[in-house]
C-alpha cells in the first residue's frame, strides 16, 4: 500500500528529454541531466509505471547511452530524427494509444 497521498500512475510515460531539461526549474533542480531525470522518474509516483525517455540525435559526450536506472528506458532518436518524430512513432504502434501520457 502506498504512503498516504501517493498515488500509484499505471499509465505508461513517453517523454521528451529535452523538453523537460530546457524548462525553468526550481535552483534545487539545475544541472538536471538525462541520468538524473531517468533517476527522479524512478522515485515519483509514476516510478511504477512503464517510463519511456526520449532524446533527440545521438548519445552526447558525458551522456549515458542506457538509462541508470533499470525501471526507466533512455532512447535517442539517431541523426534526422527527432524526439518527436520517435514518439509519434511509438503512439502510431501502441496497442492503446490513449492510454499514454506524452510529456
Known sequence: ??????RIFHMPLLIDCYNVLHTTMP????????ARLCHLLMASPFGGTKITV???????????????VDS?????SGPRRSADDLI??????DTAPRRLIVV
Open 88 to 93: 509519434i512513432k511509438q503512439i502510431g504502434v
Open 27 to 34: 535552483p534545487h533542480l539545475a544541472g538536471l541531466d538525462e
Open 72 to 76: 526507466v528506458k533512455l532512447i535517442y
Open 1 to 6: 500500500m502506498p504512503p498516504h497521498g501517493v
Open 54 to 68: 526520449v532524446c533527440d540525435g545521438k548519445v552526447k559526450p558525458h551522456s549515458p547511452a542506457v538509462s541508470p
